[in-house]
């Protein structure tokens, strides 16, 4: 299965909202309700941030938040703040046989 | 707190081998599944492996199925990863991670609440 597809690259001034997307199929995001997002900042491990499409962990900021359409999810980050420009990953549980993909990554830009 | 420690990284030569162990603490360990991710330098993240809370229900990715083993020993609270006929591709940071759900409730849910810190694995000649 291939990985899941997100734009390299999004920006925004602090304080804007950007939304970034993750693009699949109908077996795995359009399949399961099983989208998680992770953010990571250079040379420090993923974070989660977003569980089961729209799930925040405790101590996630609610600026960050996770939908789904079909085949497709996003995550929105409201506010942006400079500690907010890192890279952000998308994954999504793709059935028993090889259970999770990882979208390439998208590199978030506070401008 | 709950922490990973990962270790067993290094270099090693094409078709060699190489044990990861990760350490955690902080956690009821068995209660939980856990996973191995990787990232090549400059890339993305990579599924390698998952292993349930009671070291049933293991999964692996494409790339690393009949080479990696992932197994645990929960009065150790540790996870491992064997990895055999290694690759210049395996070349990564590997990091173990924890899953987020309780195991015993509903099983695996395969994405990761905690990470440890990494640990670089060189495959090269």
């Known amino acids: 299965q291939s990985a899941l597809t997100q734009p390299p690259s999004a920006s925004g001034s602090p304080g804007q909202s950007v939304t970034i997307s993750c693009s699949g199929s109908?077996?795995?995001?359009?399949?399961?309700?099983?989208v998680s997002w992770y953010q990571q900042h250079p040379g420090k491990a993923p974070e989660l941030l977003i569980s089961e499409v729209d799930q925040r962990p405790s101590g996630v900021p609610d600026r960050f938040s996770g939908s789904k359409s079909g085949n497709t999810a996003s995550l929105t980050v409201s506010g942006l703040q400079a500690d907010d420009e890192a890279v952000y990953y998308c994954?999504?549980?793709?059935?028993?046989?090889?259970?999770?993909?990882f979208g390439g990554g998208t590199k978030l830009t506070v401008l | 707190e709950v922490q990973l420690l990962e270790s067993g990284g290094g270099w090693v030569q094409p078709g060699g081998s190489l044990s990861l162990s990760c350490g955690v603490s902080?956690?009821?360990?068995?209660?939980?599944?856990m996973g191995w991710v990787r990232q090549a330098p400059g890339k993305g993240l990579e599924w390698v492996a998952h292993i349930g809370g009671d070291g049933y229900g293991t999964a692996y990715a494409d790339s690393v199925k009949g080479r990696f083993t992932i197994s645990r020993d929960n009065s150790r609270t540790s996870l491992y990863l064997r990895m055999n006929s290694l690759r210049v591709e395996d070349t990564a940071v590997y990091y173990c991670?924890?899953?987020?759900?309780?195991?015993?409730?509903?099983?695996?849910?395969?994405?990761?609440?905690?990470w440890g810190q990494g640990t670089m694995v060189t495959v090269s000649s």
């Open positions: 902080g956690l009821t360990f068995h209660n939980y599944a």
């Open positions: 109908s077996s795995d995001i359009g399949g399961y309700n099983l």
């Open positions: 991670a924890k899953d987020v759900r309780y195991y015993y409730g509903s099983g695996s849910l395969y994405t990761y609440d905690k």
């Open positions: 994954s999504s549980y793709a059935g028993s046989n090889n259970p999770v993909l």
